[in-house]
């Protein structure tokens, strides 16, 4: 297990001692929320771990690094950018595919820029933000973060 | 109780979800088994990458899927509206921040605790600094990301992001302030 494993899991185990020191009966009922969300993602984090297997088996680096490297250039940002700002993908699965795309050859500020409109942007969820927000501040707030998520993934590609 | 009501259609779709989720897993298996009877070759390089995968995923995934439970249920929708309702200039944009990023469940459950929100008073750039870091910079996406991508990235791009998005709020409130209020939509909310 890795030292960040090791963190994360003590983390969680400190939050379920200090939850069930406060409260049993929520403490439960949150474990029940946990077992569901679990059972739901389960299907989709075994899907995309073997589309990662098969995609760094068969996506040659040359390839990866064209379209989304450091040659790739502002376009290639723009477009994964905007691959980010459509996809519904749950965010928890996109940092293992990001992990993979990077280490097979895809530039820090592209999956910077996919993983912020990914998680920033919602297409599919835009519709339900304007019936609750009005168009006006849904336009913008998805408008601008795909703005900043392009400043974001530049800073990102030049300071690491 | 007010969370009856909502129970229903949301279990159907969670439902209806799952079913789609395994749906597809299957097809992917199935594509995956096809792709590499074709290439033996390339069965090594694919399952030594996906097992490493699956073994740093599985390491967290409980752990992770622990914490949000907990934080979903031991933090009450009053809580957030009571201490985002009130909080203004920094302060205000670091409650936000904070609040959005407890891990308490899907972005679509955001938008209307936003909209009630912004009826018990929070303002414009403390509800876009809410609902971004509700988005991007949930404790369970930051616990994944510095398991997958590591400390430099995650930090970098979180402290980032934080930065932006509240630029960001603070931008769209005067942005809706110079050209009225008549678009939020949230005007004819509390008048009803």
Redesign the interface.
Known sequence: ??T??II??L???G??VF?LA??RG??K???????????????????I??????????APPEVISRLIGEQAGFGGLLAIAALGAVLHIP??IS??L???L?QSGAG?AS??AF??TL??I?AV?LP??????????AF??NG??FI?AV??AL??GA?? | MKQDATSTPHRKKARKEMARGYILLAATLVAAAVILRIFPDKVTAATAATRSYFLEMVTILPAVMIIMGLFSVFVSRELVVKYMGKASGIRGIAVAIFFGALPTGPLYLAFPLAAALRSKGASISNIVVFLSAWACIKIPQELIELQFLGVKFMAARLILTIIFVAIMGVFIEKVIEWTGNRGIGVSQRVAR
């Open positions: 297990m890795s960040t494993a994360i899991n983390l969680a185990l939050c379920l939850a406060r409260d929520r403490t009922q949150a474990m029940g929320v946990a077992v569901k969300s679990f059972v739901r993602i389960l299907p989709t984090v075994f899907m771990i073997v589309i990662i297997g098969l995609l760094m088996a068969f965010a928890l940092f293992p990001a992990a993979s990077l820090v999956v910077a993983i912020t998680t920033m919602g969820t339900l933000e304007i019936k609750e927000l009005g168009r006006k501040m913008l707030r601008l973060s900043i400043i974001i800073t990102m300071i690491l």
